[in-house]
Every structure is written in C-alpha cells, then in structure tokens.
C-alpha cells in the first residue's frame, strides 16, 4: 500500500509517519511545503526513522497550486490520500485571512481535483471542531457536538476549515471521490510547537513564571474555565489508520480525546513535574476575537464502529512531559 499524506512534517503529520511506519508495510510519500510549522527534523528525530525511514519519500509542494503531471509522476501510483496539511494558528487567521483561504479551501480544492485522476480507495480530509464553533453548557453539563451539525465557525482559520469540508462534500457528492471528513481537537505530543498550549505550561513551569489560563469573569470574579477535550497526537494517527481501514466515504468521523479544563491540565503538569506555579486568570473576550470558552466533539460514532484511543489521557500526558523534560532543545 501507499499513503500520499500531506502536512508529514507537522506535528500531527509526523506523529502520523511515525504511527503508519509502526504500525503497517506501507510506504508514505510525504507532501509538505515547509512553512514555520513544518519541520524535517521531526521526521528524522523519530526513533524509527534509522530502520523505517527508507518507507518514506519527500516531495516538496505548496499545495496552493495544482498537482501537475511531473508532479503526479514523482508521486506514482497510491491507494490512499490523507489530506491534513493546512494554516491552522487561529491567531494568524485573525491577522490576514487570505492564506486560510488560499490554503485550505484552494489547497483542498487542488487536492480534490488530483484525487479525481488518480482515483485512490479513500481520501480522508482532516478537519477540526472548530467547525461548529463553540460547545455550550446547560443543566445536563456540555453538550458536545455530534458529526453531521450545523457549521457555526467563529474564526477565519475554522470558517476555511468549513469552506474546504463543503468542497469534500460536494466532490463526494459530485464525482464520486471516496471522502471521509475526520474532525479532531486540541492536539499535543511530542515536539509540539513552542507556542500551544502544553509546551508553554512545560515552559513556565521550568522557568517558574507565571502561566496565563482563559476564563469567563464577571464582576471580576472567575466563574467559568475554558475546557477542552485533549487527544495525543498518536491516537489521533491511530484514528485515521482505523478509518482508513473501516470508515465509508460520504461519511463524517470524530476523533476525540479526554475532556478537561485547561486549569484542570495545568495542576496535571504541575503533578507530573512536582512542581507548582503561580496561575493567572485572564478573561477569554480580552484575548482575542473568535475565541471560544469551551469545544468538545462526541466521540459515540468511532467508538460504536469499534475504535477506542490506544493511550488514555493521564499515561499519554505523563509521557510527553517526561520526554519534553528528557529534550528540552524541542522547547
């Protein structure tokens, strides 16, 4: 088998090498224009790379232009496209849109158009749940969103995420092009940007400064915490694999974590290190437009077709903040 997977130097892109080099036979043409989120080094840094790195084929392309037939030929025949490759940092969206919608909704639209000629089994297009804009609370506690509901992005970043999944949809529905949309959240693992949220806890916690959590006040009163449902990188891989494997096109996945408050993680990290830090609260609508106090997926839908996370929530932590502490030159 062959997997065309776009975004392989990423943080999730290259979690996903290492876990298809693991876990399969497969060879993997990585896709990857190498912005400031990608990185070949993480490629080379995986303990497999020495032995199973000969699986692996780089090709570098903005996917903001089209597949050409040189570009095709290099490529060669595959089976299966993962498309994850994308802008992602909210706060970049909210500064200048325009390369969101150039990558994410053009790039996948590119993309799209590549699949029609080359025809692989299934084409997977990794989404976010930010999609459906923020979860809510009532008496019953979160009400997490299940695939299928109403788009309500708050963002540019999440509006060309939902731009490009209407695209998925209409070639499924247009060309027949074997689309599986997964939607994930709140990534971490190892050598994740120094700028999301885990490795600055790790950072703060070093340094003894400060660490800032997001939060609703009124009257100056904290009176909620923003939450998150938290997905190693790893299982995040292990999810695609298995819809790679049993997912039906046409159809929409969630590949969900465990839920907790962003406070909640902090003290986790603080118990992993031994070591506590001031924590400072700072009300989420001075932050930042389009941030949302609280997102969450249900995850019924993969677990009813059989797929549960390998690693659960308080192992995975553990072992990247062991491993971070052990590799500080990743943060």
Same mark, same amino acid.
């Given at each position: 088998?062959?997997?065309? $997977?776009?975004?392989?130097?990423?943080?999730?892109?290259?979690?996903?090498?290492?876990?298809?080099?693991?876990?399969?036979?497969?060879?993997?043409?990585?896709?990857?224009?190498?912005?400031?989120?990608?990185?070949?080094?993480?490629?080379?840094? +995986?303990?497999?790379?020495?032995?199973?790195?000969?699986?692996?084929?780089?090709?570098?392309?903005?996917?903001?232009?089209?597949?050409?037939?040189?570009?095709?030929?290099?490529?060669?025949?595959?089976?299966?496209?993962?498309?994850?490759?994308?802008?992602?940092?909210?706060?970049?969206?909210?500064?200048?849109?325009?390369?969101?919608?150039?990558?994410?909704?053009?790039?996948?639209?590119?993309?799209?158009?590549?699949?029609?000629?080359?025809?692989?089994?299934?084409?997977?297009?990794?989404?976010?749940?930010?999609?459906?804009?923020?979860?809510?609370?009532?008496?019953?506690?979160?009400?997490?969103?299940?695939?299928?509901?109403?788009?309500?992005?708050?963002?540019?970043?999440?509006?060309?995420?939902?731009?490009?999944?209407?695209?998925?949809?209409?070639?499924?529905?247009?060309?027949?092009?074997?689309?599986?949309?997964?939607?994930?959240?709140?990534?971490?693992?190892?050598?994740?940007?120094?700028?999301?949220?885990?490795?600055?806890?790790?950072?703060?916690?070093?340094?003894?400064?400060? =660490?800032?959590?997001?939060?609703?006040?009124?009257?100056?009163?904290?009176?909620?915490?923003?939450?998150?449902?938290?997905?190693?990188?790893?299982?995040?891989?292990?999810? +695609? $694999?298995?819809?790679? %494997?049993?997912?039906?096109?046409?159809?929409?996945?969630?590949?969900?974590?465990?839920?907790?408050?962003?406070?909640? =993680?902090?003290?986790?990290?603080?118990?992993?290190?031994?070591?506590?830090? %001031?924590?400072?609260?700072?009300?989420?609508?001075?932050?930042?437009?389009?941030?949302? =106090?609280?997102?969450?997926?249900?995850?019924?839908?993969?677990?009813?077709?059989?797929?549960?996370?390998?690693?659960?929530? %308080?192992?995975?932590?553990?072992?990247?903040?062991?491993?971070?502490?052990?590799?500080?030159?990743?943060?």
């Amino acid at each position: 088998m062959k997997l065309l $997977l776009t975004g392989g130097c990423g943080f999730i892109g290259h979690h996903t090498v290492e876990h298809i080099l693991k876990k399969t036979d497969w060879d993997i043409v990585v896709m990857d224009r190498l912005t400031y989120a990608g990185n070949l080094n993480f490629l080379s840094d +995986l303990d497999c790379w020495a032995s199973e790195g000969h699986r692996v084929k780089f090709i570098y392309h903005d996917f903001r232009s089209p597949i050409s037939e040189t570009l095709s030929s290099l490529i060669g025949p595959l089976d299966y496209i993962i498309h994850m490759g994308a802008e992602s940092h909210v706060d970049r969206s909210i500064d200048d849109p325009i390369p969101f919608a150039e990558s994410n909704v053009i790039g996948t639209v590119n993309l799209l158009n590549y699949a029609r000629e080359v025809k692989p089994k299934k084409f997977i297009y990794v989404s976010t749940d930010e999609v459906y804009g923020p979860v809510h609370k009532d008496e019953k506690g979160l009400q997490l969103h299940k695939e299928g509901e109403p788009h309500n992005p708050s963002n540019p970043y999440s509006a060309s995420k939902s731009g490009a999944e209407a695209f998925c949809i209409a070639y499924h529905n247009t060309y027949g092009t074997p689309v599986i949309i997964s939607n994930t959240m709140n990534n971490f693992g190892e050598r994740q940007n120094r700028e999301k949220f885990l490795p600055r806890v790790l950072k703060s916690i070093i340094d003894g400064t400060p =660490m800032t959590v997001h939060c609703k006040k009124i009257d100056g009163k904290v009176v909620d915490i923003s939450s998150r449902c938290w997905l190693h990188a790893r299982n995040h891989a292990d999810g +695609l $694999l298995f819809l790679l %494997e049993n997912g039906t096109p046409g159809e929409k996945y969630n590949i969900t974590g465990e839920w907790a408050s962003v406070e909640d =993680m902090v003290h986790k990290v603080e118990d992993i290190m031994g070591k506590k830090i %001031e924590i400072k609260y700072e009300d989420f609508h001075s932050f930042r437009p389009g941030h949302d =106090m609280h997102y969450g997926l249900d995850g019924s839908k993969m677990k009813e077709l059989g797929w549960n996370p390998p690693l659960n929530l %308080e192992d995975s932590l553990s072992h990247v903040v062991k491993w971070t502490v052990q590799h500080p030159k990743w943060l």
